[in-house]
């Protein structure tokens, strides 16, 4: 029996700042509906990943492929267009604009109502005519979120929704993104610092330290391995299989 395509892969991807790779060979394939928490501590390369999956830095090497095509290197727009959505560590709404307006701004032709999305964040649909700067943390990052689902997204790559929040609002928000996975099929990648909370929603997961994957797993076996998560997260051997 034939594999079906992926929705997203990379291959042998390298990307790093200037002439320093900072990933270097990483290699994921993930199929519809599929959340992958990218785990790994301060300055491992997830943002650097994230920010070029989604075509913001060029690659090095390798190819980032979203269903069955390849993406043309450093071209954000490109990346857009085929289905790949960021929701940057940086939440970067207009502040000065209402929710219903930053929610507009980022529409696309025959992207999801706005009324369907809303139903999602019952929270912020109350909150349209409010200034995005004048909601709480964690209501942004709905907004963020939102903001991503209202342009369609076939690939939908989340770093760090939790920056600046309490864990209580994380543990609301994680399973808003296992919903939207589960219901519209899109893959997401979810880099998360609260581990525990991340692998409770996500199928996969990598630990990435210095640049390449020192470990990588079903979600379920990540989270039952503490021990093993900890030494990968210490620098320990790498490219191990849970
Ligand atoms: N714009 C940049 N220019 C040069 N180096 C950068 C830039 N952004 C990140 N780096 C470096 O790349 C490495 C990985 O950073 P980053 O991808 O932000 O890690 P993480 O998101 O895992 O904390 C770090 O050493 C960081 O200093
Ligand atoms: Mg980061």
């Not at 990218?38 to 390369?45: D, T």
């Not at 760090?160 to 990648?189: T, Y």
């Amino acid at each position: 029996m034939t594999e079906p395509t992926p929705l997203l892969e990379c291959r042998d991807l390298t990307v790093g700042h200037g002439k320093v790779s900072v990933i270097r060979d990483f290699n994921l394939s993930l199929q519809p509906g599929q959340v992958l928490a990218v785990l790994g501590p301060n300055g491992a390369g997830k943002t650097t990943l994230m920010t070029s999956i989604a075509g913001l830095i060029p690659r090095m090497a390798g190819q980032v492929i979203v269903n069955g095509t390849p993406l043309r290197n450093g071209r954000p727009g490109v990346a857009n267009r085929s289905g790949v959505v960021l929701v940057p560590d940086q939440r970067a709404l207009f502040n000065t604009l209402t929710v219903r307006e930053n929610l507009y701004l980022a529409r696309k032709k025959g992207g999801p109502e706005l009324a369907e999305t809303m139903e999602m964040f019952p929270a912020l649909a109350k909150r349209l005519k409010l200034a995005a700067g004048e909601l709480s943390g964690g209501e942004q990052q709905m907004l963020a979120v939102a903001r991503a689902l209202v342009q369609n997204p076939k690939v939908l790559l989340i770093d760090e929704m939790s920056m600046g929040l309490a864990p209580v609002i994380v543990e609301d928000l994680l399973p808003m993104v296992r919903q939207v996975a589960d219901q519209s099929k899109v893959v997401v990648v979810l880099v998360e610092q609260h581990v525990k909370l991340a692998l409770e929603v996500a199928d996969q997961a990598i630990v990435v330290v210095h640049g390449s994957v020192h470990l990588r797993g079903s979600a379920a076996e990540l989270a039952a391995n503490p021990a093993r998560l900890e030494e990968a997260y210490m620098g320990g051997a790498a490219d191990v299989a849970v």
